[in-house]
């Protein structure tokens, strides 16, 4: 166990429609990062929170967003669903502001856009 | 859990022998590297890591080797044990001011023979 919480565990729903997944990070982490798996690209950075600020960017689309709030759990909302979006979600954190060190990640979000 | 790569190259080990897997990064400007261990159905978990101006780094049964050379990467496992089983998978950070970048390796995915 990680310490690295995230719900839902899975995630069913419809092209178009928005979902919001949630992490909560090991206890004292301040930096959370988001990636995303898929068969056909694998592992990809998205976007990481320090502290409540964002601190680095990747390949994460327009229709996506995150934040960091005050205690430090954090939310990736996917609007507008496509098929394509359908993939598992990682969050991961880390005592450190970049991405030296371990992060540990969560048990991630299994998301499928039907 | 999720299978994750379905068709990534195999590395098929004998237990008790040592294993190699490699990995070849793209970014000669790429200064931080971190092999990951994922197993099926969970978050990847941090193995070992190095820095680029290391060429040998070694932890408890395992020993990563840097060549810059020809931007190769490569972990190596002693006596590897039924629980090596999983994906393994390299990723490269290069750091900017106030900005890093990181990028994943595909995987190969380590099978033990008994």
């Known amino acids: 166990d990680s310490g690295v919480t995230q719900t839902p565990k899975h995630l069913i729903t419809a092209t178009g429609q928005r979902v919001t997944l949630r992490c909560s990070p090991r206890s004292g982490d301040l930096s959370v990062y988001w990636y995303q798996q898929s068969l056909d690209q694998g592992l990809q950075f998205l976007i990481q929170y320090y502290n409540g600020e964002e601190r680095a960017k990747g390949n994460i689309l327009e229709r996506f967003s995150a934040q960091q709030f005050p205690d430090l759990h954090s939310e990736l909302n996917l609007s507008s669903l496509e098929l394509g979006d359908s993939a598992l979600y990682f969050c991961?954190?880390?005592?450190?502001?970049?991405?030296?060190?371990?992060?540990?990640f969560g048990p991630g979000t299994r998301l499928t856009v039907t | 859990g999720e299978s994750v790569g379905l068709h990534l190259p195999t590395l098929s080990v004998q237990e008790g022998d040592n294993s190699i897997i490699n990995c070849a990064y793209s970014?000669?400007?790429?200064?931080?590297f971190i092999w990951y261990k994922q197993e099926s159905g969970k978050g990847p978990q941090f193995i070992i890591d190095i820095r680029s101006n290391m060429d040998k780094r070694q932890g408890q049964r395992v020993t990563v080797l840097l060549n810059k050379t020809v931007k190769h990467l490569s972990l190596q496992i002693a006596a590897t044990q039924p629980g090596d089983s999983a994906v393994y998978f390299c990723a490269e950070i290069s750091s900017y001011f106030r900005a890093s970048k990181i990028i994943f390796g595909s995987g190969t995915r380590l099978s033990i023979r008994p």
């Open positions: 991961a954190s880390s005592g450190r502001g970049d991405f030296s060190g371990e992060q540990y």
């Open positions: 970014n000669s400007a790429s200064d931080y």
